[in-house]
C-alpha cells in the first residue's frame, strides 16, 4: 500500500503508555498497541502469561490505559468467558473482551481452554501475538517454533525437530466465525481484521506474527521489515477464515525468495541451503493449499 | 495475617491487587544509546540541479494538490521552466534515487507541464522595485534573463542590453525551432517585459554603450555575453567555400527563418549539442545527413535524447573518424578523413582519440558544416574591461567590484541550466553587495547556508526565507538510494514523452506529457530527505514516543520512552530520519 494512504487508516486512540518493559523493536507491544487503537477504550484485555507480563509493567504499574488481567498461563479463554459472561449480565454487551496471549499460551498450555471457548463459541476476541517461542523466559521452544530454529532448548546442534502447528486451521476446525492472521507489518490489514472481528459476535481469533529482535536474532531496527519478509516471501500468509470454510488471501505483496527471510535471522544461522531449500518447498505446498482452499471459497460464492 | 487485621482492611479495597500507576514513569529511554532525529536532508535531483530548483518541493506540494503554490516554488528558483522543461539536458533525472527501481521520475516533463501552465497564468503579485538601484544586464542569453529576472523579484530596476535586434540569446538563435516553439520564448520574454524589466536591443555594451557610462549609471553590471564565436576547423585545402559553414551561423540562419539550400548530402563535424541540433536542422532541409565525429557515441556531450533523436530521424553517424583534407570537384566535396582509435582519457576524463593507421576514409557531400565548438570571447572582452580599468567579480567575493560575470563567458558548464543557475547566483551576490552598501552585515558563511547538498547552485527561496516546505532542519546531505525503503513504492512504469511524427518539420518534436500524466509522475517522486508527514515512523513505534504536535505540527519524539530501536528511522520511506549518537557516549 502506498505510504500516504496508511495514516488515514489508522485510528487516533493511543492507549498503550510509554515506559513499559518490551524490548527494544518489540513486534508484541506494537501489536498491541495497533490492535487497541482499533478497539478503543472500552475494552477489557485478558492476559495469560506471556512477555505481555512483564511489558504491562511490575506491580502497581500498568502499561494500558484500559483494564487487564493477568490470570494464569492456562486460562486465557476461560477468564475471558466468565468476564464476558459477568458483562453481558450487567448489560454491558459493548464492551470489548480480548485474550492477548503470546504462542505458548495459546499453542500449548492454553490451547484446552481456547478449544473449549471456541466450542462454545464464547463472545471475545482472542489475540495470538506470536513470537515463536518462550521469550520472556529466555527463549525455549513452543509448538509454534519454526522447523530448524535455533532456541536455549534447541540448540544448533539439535534445532527444531518439529514443524509449526498451524492454529489457523485449528481454530478454523472449530468453526468459530472468524480467524484470521494479521502482521504489525501490514498495520492497515492488522486494523481492519479488527474491525472485523468486531462487527461479528461469537470466537473471533486473531494470530498476529510478532517479529522478536532478542529471540530471532535480528537487528532492532528490522523488526517491521522481518514482518514484511514474513508475508513477502509466503512463510507468514495474510488469510482470513469466516465459518472455518471460506478461505480468503487479504493481501498479496510482491514476492521474496525464502531464503532473504530465513537468512536475516541469527536463529536459523546454522542452517544449510539445502535445509533453506526443504522450508522453502514447505511453504510453497502450504501456500498452495491455502491457495486451494481460497479457490474453493471463491468458487462458491 | 488474622481474622482481624482481614476485617480493618477498608470495604474499597479490592480483593486483588491493582496498579494505581502508570510505567511513564519508567525512563526507559535511558537504555539508548543512539535516538532517532528529524533531520531534512537535500534530494540528490536538487543536487544535481545546476539551476538549484526544489525539485522534491514542487513535487511534494503537486501530490497534495497544491498546484499555485508547486508553480511559485518552481518560479522562486527557475525563471523560465517551460523552456528548461523542453530543452534542458536534466541531470536531475540522473541522479534520481528512483532510476535504478523502476525508472527516474520525468522530472522535465512535469516541470514542461507546470511551465506551460505558468505561462497560461497572469503574472503573480509579486513585490517589485523596493530598491532605488539600477542594474545593468548584458546579453539576454539564459544567464542574463535569469539574473534581471531574479535582481526583478528581490526588488531592482534592471535594464538588459542585447546586441542583436530580438532577445533570447542562444534560446533563440542557437536552439532550433522544432525542439523550442518560438511562441514559449516569446511569452516568457512578454512576462519579463510585464515585470517591468527595461530591454534594449541592438545595443552592444562596449561599443553602443560604454562600459564607463554602463558602471556610472548603474550599481552593478552582470555580464553574459555568452559563447557566441564559432570555432574554425583546421583543414587541409580551400576552406573559404560557401558550402563549409560555420554551425553557429548556419543555426541562426535557419532560426530567423531562412531555408538555404544545401544540396542532398550534409555532413555536420562534431559531437555536441550544436551538432545534434544542426545535424536535425539539416534533415529537416531535405538533406541527408551523416554525423562525422572523432570519438564514439559514448564520449559525445550532445544530451543523450538529442542523439536518440537524431538517429532515430534518420541521422547517420560516422565515428572515430577525424576531418582532415577538404577537396572539391564539380560542386561536389570531398573530406577525407583520418580513422581514429580511443587512446589514454584527457583532463576531463574523455578518451582521447589518436590516429588509428590505415586508408583514410574518404566521405562525400554537399554542404559541410563545422560544429566543434563555440568561444566566448573572453580574451577581447577582458581586454575591454581592462582598459576601462575595471575589476570583474565571477564569486561574488571582491567587495569593491562592480562588474559580475556570469554563464558561459565565464566558464560555466554550456547548458541553460548552469546558465540559470550563474544568473541567479550573481543575483545573490549583486543584492548581498548593494545591501552591505546600505549598512547591512551578510556575512560570508550565510552564501555558504544557502548551497545546495554542497554543490554550487544556491537556493533562493533560502536567501528569501520564503520557503513553503517545513523543513525541520535542513541538512545538507544528499539521499542515497540506500536510505530510500521501497516497500512503500509498489512498482510503477515512468510516463515517458510522446513524439510527434513530424520529421523533417519545424514544429515541435517531443510533444511532452499530458497533465494527468504529469500529476501521475509527481505521485511517482520518492520525495528524498524531506518528511511529507506519512506518519509511518508514528505508527510504527512500539513506545508510542512519537505523537504529533499540535502547536508546531511536527512530529515530536518523547525521549525519555524511546528506547533507540531504531524502527522509525528505518521503515520512514525517503530518509527523513536518521539514528544519531548519543553524546553522552562518545
Not at chain 1, 1 to 6: E, G, K, V
Not at chain 2, 63 to 66: A, L, Q, T, Y
Not at chain 2, 141 to 151: D, Q, R, S, V
Not at chain 2, 436 to 447: A, K, S, T, V, W
Given at each position: ?6 495514516k488515514?487508516r ?14 527494544p ?10 490492535v ?24 502497581p ?5 484500559v ?23 450487567q ?20 490451547l484446552?481452554?481456547l ?6 463459541n ?7 501475538y ?8 529466555g ?6 517454533t519454526?522447523w530448524?530454529?535455533?532456541?536455549t532448548?534447541?540448540?544448533s ?7 509449526k502447528?498451524?492454529i ?7 468453526r ?7 502482521s504489525?507489518s ?18 473471533r481469533f ?15 531496527e528490522r ?14 500468509p ?8 471460506d478461505?480468503r488471501?487479504?493481501?498479496d ?10 537468512r ?5 544461522r546454522?542452517l ?8 522453502s ?5 502450504r ?11 471463491q468458487?462458491?460464492? | ?11 474499597h479495597?479490592?480483593?486483588?491487587s491493582?496498579?494505581s ?7 526507559t529511554?535511558?537504555?539508548?544509546y543512539?535516538?532517532p ?10 543536487a544535481?540541479?545546476?539551476t538549484?530548483v ?5 513535487m511534494?506540494l503537486l501530490?497534495?494538490?497544491?498546484l ?5 516554488l ?6 523560465m521552466?517551460?523552456i528548461?522543461g523542453?530543452?534542458c ?5 540522473s ?10 521520475v ?26 532605488d ?7 539576454s ?11 526583478t ?10 546586441k542583436e535586434?530580438e532577445?533570447?540569446?542562444?534560446l533563440?538563435?542557437?536552439i532550433p ?5 518560438r511562441?514559449?520564448l ?5 512576462r519579463y ?5 527595461i ?6 555594451a562596449g561599443?553602443?554603450?560604454?562600459w ?9 553590471v552582470?555580464i ?11 583543414l587541409e585545402?580551400?576552406?573559404s ?17 531562412g531555408?538555404?539550400d ?26 541527408e545527413?551523416t ?9 559525445m ?17 560516422e565515428?572515430l573518424a ?9 560542386g ?21 582519440p589518436?590516429p ?8 562525400e ?5 563545422s560544429?566543434?565548438?563555440e ?13 576601462a580599468?575595471?575589476?570583474?567579480n ?12 556570469g554563464?558561459?563567458?565565464?566558464g ?8 540559470l543557475?550563474a ?6 551576490y549583486?543584492d548581498?553587495?548593494?545591501r ?12 555558504e ?9 544556491l ?8 520557503d ?16 530510500i ?12 514523452d510522446?513524439h510527434?511524427a ?16 504529469a ?10 530527505g524531506?518528511?511529507?508527514?506519512c506518519?509511518?515512523?508514528?505508527i ?6 512519537i ?15 524511546c528506547?533507540?530501536c ?6 520512514c520511506?525517503?530518509?527523513a530520519l536518521?539514528?544519531e ?6
Open positions: 500500500m502506498s505510504q500516504t494512504i496508511i488515514d489508522i485510528p487516533e486512540n493511543e492507549l498503550l503508555m510509554g515506559g513499559h518493559l518490551a524490548c523493536g518489540c513486534g508484541g507491544a506494537l501489536a498491541m498497541r495497533l487497541l487503537k482499533e478497539l478503543g477504550p472500552k475494552t477489557i484485555v485478558v492476559l495469560p502469561a506471556c512477555c505481555w507480563s512483564i511489558i504491562a509493567g511490575p506491580y504499574q500498568s502499561s494500558l490505559k483494564p487487564l488481567y493477568h490470570t494464569a498461563f492456562e486460562t486465557g479463554a476461560a477468564v475471558a468467558s466468565g468476564i464476558r459472561a459477568a458483562l453481558d449480565i448489560g454491558q454487551h459493548d464492551t470489548n473482551v480480548i485474550v492477548w496471549a503470546g504462542d505458548g499460551g495459546t499453542f500449548d498450555i492454553g484446552q481452554a478449544s473449549g471457548a471456541a466450542e462454545r464464547e463472545d471475545f476476541i482472542y489475540c495470538c506470536d513470537n515463536e517461542a518462550y521469550m520472556n523466559t527463549i525455549q521452544r513452543s509448538s509454534a519454526p530448524g530454529a535455533w532456541t532448548t534447541t540448540p546442534k539439535h534445532p527444531q525437530a518439529t514443524d502447528k498451524d489457523l486451521a485449528i481454530m478454523a476446525a472449530h468459530i466465525p472468524y480467524a484470521a492472521t494479521a504489525v501490514y498495520p492497515v490489514d492488522l486494523v481492519d481484521k479488527v474491525k472485523k472481528a468486531m462487527s461479528i459476535r461469537g470466537t486473531l494470530h498476529i506474527l510478532a517479529p522478536c529482535p532478542p529471540g530471532w536474532k535480528f537487528e532492532d523488526a517491521i521489515d522481518m514482518g514484511r519478509m514474513a508475508v513477502q516471501s509466503r512463510v507468514f495474510l488469510v482470513e477464515v469466516e465459518h472455518g470454510t478461505w488471501f487479504t493481501m505483496p510482491e514476492h521474496v525468495p525464502v531464503q532473504d527471510y530465513i536475516a535471522q541469527g536463529r536459523f546454522h544449510t541451503d539445502e535445509q533453506i531449500g526443504h522450508i518447498d514447505a511453504v510453497d505446498y501456500y498452495e493449499h491455502l491457495r486451494d482452499l481460497a479457490e474453493r471459497s468458487a462458491k460464492v | 495475617m488474622s481474622e482481624q487485621n482481614f476485617n480493618t482492611v477498608p470495604l479495597t479490592p480483593p486483588l491493582v496498579s500507576s502508570s510505567t511513564e514513569q519508567n525512563i529511554g535511558s537504555w539508548k543512539i535516538q532525529a528529524y533531520h531534512d536532508r537535500v534530494a540528490p535531483c536538487i544535481g540541479c545546476p538549484g526544489d525539485i522534491e518541493g514542487y511534494s501530490r497534495d494538490g497544491e499555485s503554490a508547486a508553480m511559485e518552481l518560479q522562486c528558483e527557475n525563471p521552466p517551460a528548461t523542453r530543452v539536458n536534466h541531470p536531475c533525472e541522479r534520481c534515487n528512483r532510476a535504478n527501481y523502476d525508472g527516474a520525468a522530472i522535465h516533463a512535469v516541470e514542461r507541464v507546470l511551465g506551460d501552465m505558468i505561462l497560461e497564468e497572469p503574472l503573480p503579485h509579486w513585490t517589485m522595485r523596493k530598491h538601484e539600477r542594474i545593468a544586464v548584458i546579453g542569453g539564459p544567464a542574463g534573463l535569469a539574473c534581471a529576472y531574479h535582481l523579484r528581490l526588488g531592482y530596476n534592471v535594464e538588459v542590453f542585447e535586434e532577445l533570447g540569446g542562444m533563440r538563435l542557437g525551432g522544432y525542439r523550442l516553439p511562441e514559449v516569446d511569452s516568457q520574454i512578454a517585459k510585464a515585470m517591468g524589466i530591454f534594449h536591443t541592438g545595443m552592444r561599443t553602443d554603450i560604454g564607463p557610462r554602463l558602471t556610472t549609471e548603474f550599481s552593478a552582470f553574459a555575453s555568452g559563447a557566441h564565436v564559432s570555432r574554425l576547423l583546421d585545402g580551400d576552406c567555400r560557401q558550402s563549409l559553414r560555420s554551425g553557429l551561423d548556419f543555426l541562426r540562419e535557419v532560426n530567423a527563418g531555408r538555404p544545401i544540396g542532398k548530402h550534409a555532413l555536420v563535424i562534431g559531437g555536441g549539442n550544436t551538432a545534434m541540433d544542426c545535424a536535425r536542422t539539416a534533415l529537416r532541409l531535405g538533406a545527413v554525423v562525422v565525429y572523432r570519438r564514439t557515441r559514448a564520449e556531450p550532445a544530451i543523450d535524447e538529442e542523439i536518440e533523436d537524431a538517429a532515430r530521424e534518420g541521422v547517420k553517424f565515428f577525424s576531418p582532415e583534407k577538404l577537396s572539391g570537384t564539380g561536389r566535396l570531398q573530406l577525407a578523413c583520418t580513422r581514429m582509435e580511443l587512446g589514454e582519457p584527457d583532463a576531463q576524463g574523455r578518451r582521447r589518436v588509428a593507421g590505415g586508408e583514410p576514409l574518404l566521405l557531400a554537399d554542404t559541410i558544416i560544429a566543434i565548438g568561444d566566448t570571447g573572453l580574451h577581447d572582452l577582458q581586454a575591454e574591461l581592462a582598459d580599468k575595471l575589476a570583474m565571477t564569486w561574488g567575493c571582491e567587495k569593491l567590484a562592480r562588474v559580475f560575470l554563464g558561459d563567458v565565464a560555466d558548464e554550456r547548458t541553460v541550466a548552469s546558465a543557475g544568473g541567479k547566483r550573481c543575483a545573490i549583486i548581498r553587495q548593494l552591505q552598501q546600505h549598512g547591512e552585515d551578510i556575512p560570508e558563511e550565510r552564501l547556508a544557502i548551497r545546495i547538498g554542497g554543490s554550487e547552485s537556493s533562493m527561496a533560502r536567501w528569501t526565507n520564503s513553503p516546505i517545513m523543513r525541520v532542519s535542513p541538512q545538507n546531505d544528499v539521499v542515497q538510494p540506500a536510505d525503503n521501497t516497500a512503500y513504492f509498489p512498482r510503477e512504469p515512468r510516463h515517458n510522446r510527434a513530424l520529421l523533417k518539420s519545424f514544429e515541435e518534436s517531443n510533444t511532452g506529457i499530458t497533465t494527468r500524466d500529476l501521475a509522475e509527481a505521485a511517482r517522486c520518492y520525495e528524498c524531506v518528511c511529507n508527514e506518519e509511518l515512523c508514528r510504527y513505534c512500539g513506545e508510542a514516543a505523537q504529533l504536535d499540535p502547536g508546531s505540527g511536527r512530529f515530536v519524539i518523547d525521549l525519555d520512552h528506547k533507540g531504531g524502527v522509525c528511522t528505518a521503515e520511506p525517503r530518509g536518521v539514528m549518537r548519543l553524546a553522552n557516549m562518545d
